[in-house]
């Protein structure tokens, strides 16, 4: 667990450089969509993730990191574990921009909490299919998936920042039915853990079986 713990501090290490300087750009777009605010909480995770990736490829870090005396599932297990802390500097930038309105005016409601778990928990779910990708292609393909990644996460964020405003009524639509449905969420819950295993594993057979 303590070499997970420092092979998640290397990614932040790498990333520092870029680190306040893609916070800031996302807190300044999150506070001007300040109306669709949730919807903006998926970009800096995700955002940090290709970095760190990017940056692995560029110095070459897989060649280092399968020197060490870790066994590769390890060295795996550290980049889904990153996942965590990411998703926490999200969450915790979200509630900057949405404190920054409530400062300024421009934030009247209170803070949708459920909404902005669930757009926060998406970003597993995008890092399911992006982390395989990057163990399979690493330095060839990269920029290539980087590239779709950015415009899906780009795109996405600027078509669901015009539509929600417009849709106020979105997020309630999508969990209508399960507000109080244990057995739906359970349900859930699971399928979400599931996906986020064989994404580990698929990205473990590829490491596994690379020659590096």
Known sequence: MYSSFYLIRKDFILTRKYLLLLLLFYMVIGYSNQDSYIVSALLPSMLMLMNACSLDVQHNNQRFLVS?????????L????SLLPYAAISLISTLLIYLAG???????????WRDLLL?????????AFYLPLYYWLGQKGMQIVNMIFMMLVMFGFTALSSVTPKLP????????????????WAIGGVAYLFLLYCSYLISLRFFVKKDI
């Open 68 to 76: 060490l005396p870790l066994p590769r599932h390890q060295l795996v």
């Open 78 to 81: 550290a980049k889904y574990l």
């Open 102 to 112: 409530v400062a300024t005016g421009r934030a009247i409601e209170p803070i949708a």
């Open 119 to 127: 757009m926060i928990a998406c970003f597993p779910l995008l890092a």
């Open 169 to 184: 009524g979105l997020f309630d639509w999508i969990n209508s039915g399960t507000k109080d449905n244990i057995v739906l």
